[in-house]
């Protein structure tokens, strides 16, 4: 998959093939009743636009003019997380999956929206080659402290997929068809579930 541009799934545009798969994972987990919905989630606003103000003067024929002139010396600097989960309640916590999804204290990163638990998530290769995931440490501090919404960050595949389930979609590569080779025990959704219950 080159054209990264192209990829959508369930009519939500990718930006890459970790969201794509992501939203895989998403919806195998939708159809089994812990999650009602996924989308992206809403713009911050960081730091807000900074304009500095000149002063100067024109002459004219009879008197001085006084002239202002505003001039952005700074633009806001605004920070997208990928999406939201919408938990459909709190079986997610109760058998374990949120656990996990992350190592972090699901009270300090779910919160509430239209009457569902949510939580922000950003989503990164386990690989970041252009270290992308330094800027997201940057936006990620300065959401929670001036909004107080923590965004939980997702590395996909290998670390998501290997603590709870590879979706089913790939097992297959999507350019030819073929079984991928996968480096960790990969489980379905369904064997993963059933083996959090009996836990």
């Not at 960081?46 to 000149?54: A, D, R, S, W």
């Not at 002239?67 to 605004?78: A, F, S």
């Not at 929206?113 to 690989?127: A, C």
Request: proline share 4%.
């Amino acid at each position: 998959m080159k054209d990264n541009s192209k990829l959508n799934y369930k009519g939500i545009e990718c930006d890459s093939e970790e969201e794509f798969y992501f939203l895989n994972w998403i919806y195998e987990l939708i159809k089994l009743g812990y999650i009602h919905k996924v989308e992206r989630a809403e713009t911050f606003e960081l730091t807000p636009k900074y304009i500095y103000e000149l002063v100067g003067e024109i002459q004219l024929k009879t008197k001085v003019k006084k002239v202002v002139k505003n001039k952005v010396i700074l633009n806001p600097h605004v920070y997208t997380p990928d999406f939201i989960i919408y938990w459909k309640d709190n079986r997610f916590i109760e058998d374990g999956i949120y656990e996990d999804l992350c190592k972090i204290d699901p009270q300090f990163t779910v919160y509430e929206k239209d009457g569902f638990p949510i939580t922000y998530i950003e989503i990164k290769p386990d690989f970041d080659r252009n270290n992308m995931t330094r800027i997201f440490n940057i936006n990620q501090k300065f959401t929670y402290s001036i909004y107080k919404k923590y965004v939980m960050l997702i590395n996909i595949p290998g670390t998501l997929f290997q603590n709870t389930f590879t979706p089913l979609s790939y097992f297959y590569t999507q350019k030819t068809g073929k079984k991928r080779k996968i480096k960790w025990k990969a489980r379905t959704v369904e064997e993963y579930i059933n083996n959090k219950i009996k836990k």
